[in-house]
């Protein structure tokens, strides 16, 4: 099971630093890979510890943003029908450079929101 961390609030640039200690944190549950996206304009730090299970490859690393930059995942589950969601989402337009869940949950908040 993977890992999240993350500090969010007005002041979250002078908290940053705490985010490796957290991240260092969780190597127990994700032992594959770590990750992190600071965007401290936005009021959030994220960081993710990846267990892979689904998409092996380093393409799905955490957390992902989306082409356009606008929106960015750290997430911890199994998305079942995924497949599905990924044919409707293509015959909708669509492009994907993965082949895991997490690039589906995250094109279809894009797409659908939330």
Do not use: K
């Amino acid at each position: 099971m993977c890992g999240l961390c993350g500090i969010a609030g007005a002041d979250v640039a002078s908290l940053a630093g705490r985010l490796e200690p957290m991240i260092a944190s969780l190597a127990h549950r994700g032992p594959d890979g770590e990750g992190r996206t600071t965007a401290p304009s936005r009021g959030c730090v994220l960081g993710h510890r990846r267990l892979s299970v689904i998409d092996l490859g380093a393409g799905s690393a955490q957390p992902m943003s989306s082409p356009d930059g606008r929106r960015v995942l750290a997430y911890n589950g199994e998305l079942y029908n995924y497949r599905e969601l990924r044919e409707e989402l293509v015959r909708g337009g669509a492009r994907f450079r993965t082949q895991g869940d997490t690039e589906v949950v995250l094109e279809a908040l894009s797409a659908w929101g939330e």
